[in-house]
């Protein structure tokens, strides 16, 4: 097996979302698993410059700054589609994604790749038989409740994509009850078999 883990909170030391991540890996990783690490903190790019509605630019017509974003792009449609196994980790940042992880999606949505057009115009996801593990920290915000954009953006797009057997670990309200969320999370991931 293949496990993907994607981290994006904006501070590496002390990222609450990065140490449950790894502790989560830990549990589900067997001896012969692979482990692919990204980390989008260290490198990102926004999708800019188009000529087109969608991420679609003839090669020759690419200037350095296309050349850059398809090919971080393409590393990350690849890695993605080469995973079995994935896990996310993510705080709310202002009710939503981290800028990160929101960029990560525009970059990994390529049609024929990730997701097609039906003939009638309907749009297929093309990731199946993936597991996907969320990780989501918060300081206030409670996951699930109607502040909460994030958790129904990212289970939204990654259903998008065409993955939908997804569990959620969350240590949400950390500033309510640091300790007791943390151990909710953990107590999560003790419970995964
Ligand atoms: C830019 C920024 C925005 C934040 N917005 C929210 C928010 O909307 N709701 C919330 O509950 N916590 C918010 N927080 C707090 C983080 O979600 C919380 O500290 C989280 O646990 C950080 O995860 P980490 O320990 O992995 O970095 C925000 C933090 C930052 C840095």
């Known amino acids: 097996m293949k496990i993907y883990q994607i981290d994006c909170s904006a501070r590496k030391k002390g990222s609450t979302s990065r140490e449950l991540a790894n502790k989560l890996l830990e549990r589900i990783k067997k001896s012969e698993d692979e482990v692919i690490y990204r980390d989008l903190d260290d490198e990102m790019l926004f999708v800019a410059g188009l000529t087109e509605s969608g991420m679609t630019i003839p090669e020759n017509e690419r200037t350095d700054q296309h050349k850059k974003m398809f090919e971080l792009s393409d590393k990350l449609v690849k890695e993605l589609k080469e995973s079995d196994i994935l896990i996310i980790s993510t705080p ?77 670990i969350s240590a949400d309200q950390m500033s309510i009850d640091y300790e007791g969320s943390i151990k909710k999370a953990e107590d999560e991931i003790n419970k995964i078999t």
């Open 92 to 168: 709310i940042y202002n009710f939503g994604p981290p800028a990160t992880l929101k960029a990560w999606s525009d970059l990994a949505a390529r049609v024929k790749s990730t997701f097609k057009y039906s003939e009638d115009g309907k749009q297929i996801g093309l990731l199946e038989n993936k597991k996907v593990y969320l990780v989501i920290t918060s300081g206030g915000t409670k996951v699930g409740s109607k502040e909460d954009f994030l958790t129904p953006w990212l289970l939204h797009v990654l259903n998008f994509f065409g993955i939908k057997n997804i569990e959620i």
